[in-house]
Nanobody
Framework: QVQLVESGGGLVQAGGSLRLSCVASGNIFGIDSMDWYRQAPGKQRELVARTTSGGSTIYVDSVKGRFTISRDNAKNTLYLQMNSLKPEDTALYYC???????????????WGQGTQVTVSS
């Protein structure tokens, strides 16, 4: 069974930094895209950043220049470095991965449990 475990969330003042991590574990055959999503209270979940297996990245406009997504394929780990944090970045951040495990031939979506990021003004 595959599990995604996020860490690194917390409370930080505006202008501060946090680094989120997401580790994928289990019987993993391969990983395709790895993403960070976030959901603020009363709002829809939104894609924050994505990195593909080929190394390309995309960001939502509101975080460009402040957040950096990266991955360590050897460790099946995804990161999100968040700098110059703003109160509007406050949300529950989720790791999302498309991968194939050793027991199946299809690629599937997996979600982490979420890690809370709170930015105070």
């Amino acid at each position: 069974q595959v599990q995604l475990v996020e860490s690194g969330g917390g409370l930080v003042q505006a202008g501060g930094s946090l680094r989120l991590s997401c580790v994928a574990s289990g019987n993993i055959f391969g990983i395709d895209s790895m993403d960070w999503y976030r959901q603020a209270p009363g709002k829809q979940r939104e894609l924050v950043a994505r990195t593909t297996s080929g190394g390309s990245t995309i960001y939502v406009d509101s975080v460009k220049g402040r957040f950096t997504i990266s991955r360590d394929n050897a460790k099946n780990t995804l990161y999100l470095q968040m700098n110059s944090l703003k109160p509007e970045d406050t949300a529950l951040y989720y790791c999302h991965v498309v991968l194939r495990d050793l027991l199946r031939t299809s690629w599937r979506d997996y979600w982490g449990q979420g890690t809370q990021v709170t930015v105070s003004s």
